[in-house]
């Protein structure tokens, strides 16, 4: 299960809409009725927050599972004026607009899964995740992942796509971008995300030549998959297109190799590649929606933060703005607590 859905928040009446789309989707995920009214509060807390204090004030929605079970995903995202002291705006009684401060302590308090990262002037990113029977269910992920996925400007449907899966022996991710945007583009990313989801462990290079059979009739799509070995630390990648990956620490990075070509319709030869994967690696995959420069180091503090946080700021501030964008990223949990 995967859904999302992106909601601007610059008035008041947005902060109402907020709030009912969060509550639909965590029905829609089946969460208890307790759980819905979190994801419900967290997402009235950071509208209220963004309508009040911010610009160009974004909440992001997403629904999804991982061996934890099914998790709602709250993010907010805006592009300014950032917050001075994010720490201490998570205390009870903090505020600087006259109101009783409570909003980002509750935010923090009833949440399952928080983060936050702030920069001045560029703005401040809000990760909340309420998972299902989170008290009933410890977590058994070895992994931390986040993602944000944005349908080109007019589109209802995103033409991108992408996929975690987790075992004892590793974890794979997958990210298709169906050529074009809108309806068919979607059909053919989807179409990779079915290969994946019947056998997502058979290998990178398997699995893209399963990929390229599948999507024959479709208008075809870039895909690229990644697979992480924990116990050999390597690290497995194959790509056809313009899906760009690397693999960074907090003093070097490396490209990840991708061919050119179109799956499911002008594919070259399958190539798969072998990587070292470093101690307290990151692994950031992301479709030709944002730029190809990834720049971590201009953000002072950020590869520390929870991938879901690295992913939006990254679509924030890396986003073309004229097609489909996603963006994914993988690191042990033990990188991030």
């Known amino acids: 299960m995967y859904s999302s859905l992106a909601i601007p928040v610059t008035d008041q009446s947005q902060v109402g809409e907020a709030r009912r789309a969060a509550s639909q989707i965590a029905r829609e995920a089946e969460l208890s009725d307790t759980e819905a009214g979190k994801v419900s509060l967290i997402a009235t807390e950071l509208a209220n927050n963004l309508q009040k204090y911010a610009k160009a004030g974004r909440i992001l929605l997403q629904a999804f599972s991982d061996p934890r079970g099914k998790i709602v995903e709250v993010i907010s995202i805006d592009e300014g004026p950032g917050i001075a002291d994010p720490g ?15 909003g980002l302590g509750a935010v923090k308090r009833v949440s399952t899964e928080f983060d936050i990262f702030s920069s001045q ?16 269910t410890p977590d058994r992920s070895t992994y931390a992942w986040g993602a944000v996925s944005i349908p ?10 992408w996929r975690i899966a987790e075992n004892a022996e590793g974890a794979v991710v997958i990210v298709a971008d169906g050529l074009g945007h809108g309806p068919l583009a979607s059909d053919a990313s989807q179409a990779a995300m079915k290969v994946f989801e019947a056998d997502a462990f058979q290998g990178p290079s398997r ?30 990648y194959c790509g056809i297109g313009n899906i760009s990956g690397c693999l960074l620490t907090t003093t070097s990075g490396r490209g990840l190799l991708t061919r050119n070509g179109i799956v499911g319709s002008r594919a070259h030869k399958v190539e798969e590649l072998k990587y070292p994967w470093p101690t307290n690696g990151l692994l950031i995959m992301y479709s030709d929606g944002l730029h190809t420069r990834i720049a971590l180091e201009t ?9 879901g946080i690295i992913a939006a700021v ?21 990188g991030w607590q």
């Open 88 to 102: 201490r705006c998570q205390q009870d009684g903090f505020s600087t607009g006259g109101t009783p401060g409570s």
């Open 121 to 136: 002037p560029k703005g401040t990113v809000v990760l909340a995740r309420i998972h299902a029977n989170s008290h009933a």
């Open 152 to 161: 080109a400007p007019g589109e209802s449907v995103c033409g991108d796509a």
């Open 299 to 307: 953000y002072p503090g950020l590869f520390s933060r929870h991938p």
């Open 207 to 236: 699995l893209m030549e399963s990929a390229h059979m599948r999507l024959s009739g479709t208008r075809g799509a870039a895909v690229a998959v990644a697979q992480l070995d924990i116990e050999k630390k390597t690290l497995r």
């Open 314 to 334: 990254l679509a924030r501030d890396c986003i073309r703005g004229k097609d489909d964008a996603t963006v994914v990223i993988l690191r042990l949990r033990a």
